[in-house]
């Protein structure tokens, strides 16, 4: 099944938004994401996969 240009970006980034709502409500527990506080690290991992995603997109 061939993903439709685009729909990998934001599949990411839902899965991401989840994640941070997660983080929010009950901390993860991985290292670097033990406190409530720490969903921001989630939002810089996640411009980051989409910039690439978007990166990635252009190439192919």
Known sequence: M???????????????????AIQLIKPLGWPGLRRRGDFWKLALLAMAAIALAGALGHWT
């Open 2 to 20: 061939m993903l439709v240009k685009g729909s990998m970006s934001k599949l990411l980034a839902l899965v991401i938004i989840g994640m941070m």
